[in-house]
């Protein structure tokens, strides 16, 4: 049934137009999305967008002949993946239900740096664009799990599939990571011995971790984390600005 889907194959123009009429009309349906900067996003949006390539790419396909559910959420947790998708199959029936998680941070901090944001192999220009080739990624995914029962966007089948629907070339994204923002504007990476300021007293320790803040590990002789050495730390989750290279 969802063989219909894999013999789609839309022309790049087509792919283009149909993406700029997604785009325009989330904007105008929207109330939290007033152009292609994305400053707040809900599970609502989420839903939106999809309806929106339901209706302009599938002909309604997934409201009218799918039977499996799918969920929409937001997650400020997610460091790599702009986006994901869960399958649950119901052993039973068969039945394929999806939970479509987007990484919103990506998004906020889509302006944090300059570069160049290729999102699946494509230029974006905006956030709004770098998140509807997110969720194209994603419903590439749905297809492949609704079809075959699983889903990898390193193997050949995804790539087709992505490839045929959307004209993707890649499986990546090079939307800005925390990694990467703590790195360019604040020239701290992962290992790097740091000083901050906590309660008024300097600390000196190295960067165990960089995620929205950085985690510090500061030796202390009570502290609860052990190294292979044996010596003893606490643990400090620092905002990225008061760091200072030590
Ligand atoms: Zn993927």
């Not at 699983?150 to 070339?169: P, Q």
Request: aromatic fraction near 10%.
């Amino acid at each position: 049934m969802s063989d219909i889907l894999l013999g789609i194959k839309v022309d790049e123009n087509t792919v283009c137009r149909k993406r700029l009429e997604i785009y325009r009309r989330t904007i105008e349906r929207s109330p939290r999305i007033n152009n292609g900067k994305i400053t707040s996003l809900s599970p609502l949006d989420l839903k939106l967008i999809f309806d929106l390539y339901d209706e302009i790419f599938f002909n309604h396909w997934f409201n009218k002949k799918c039977s499996s559910r799918i969920e929409f959420s937001i997650s400020k947790r997610m460091t790599r993946s702009a986006g994901m998708v869960k399958c649950s199959i119901n052993k039973r029936s068969g039945e394929k239900n999806f939970i479509l998680q987007i990484g919103v941070n990506f998004f906020f901090n889509y302006d944090e740096l300059e570069s160049e944001k290729n999102v699946c192999g494509i230029k974006t220009g905006d956030s709004l664009e770098g998140l509807l080739l997110v969720f194209e990624h994603e419903i590439c995914h749905i297809i492949e799990f609704i079809s075959y029962g699983k889903s990898s966007c390193r193997g050949k089948r995804y790539k087709t599939i992505a490839r045929n629907l959307f004209s993707h070339v890649s499986s990546y994204h090079q939307l800005p990571t925390y990694r990467q923002i703590a790195g360019t504007k604040h020239g701290v990476s992962v290992g790097d011995c740091v000083v901050f300021h906590h309660r008024g007293r300097q600390k000196t320790g190295f960067v165990n971790a960089i995620n929205k803040r950085a985690t510090v590990m500061v030796r202390h002789e009570e502290g609860q984390y052990i190294d292979s050495k044996n010596n003893r730390y606490v643990k400090f989750y620092v905002p990225l600005g008061i760091l200072e290279k030590a």
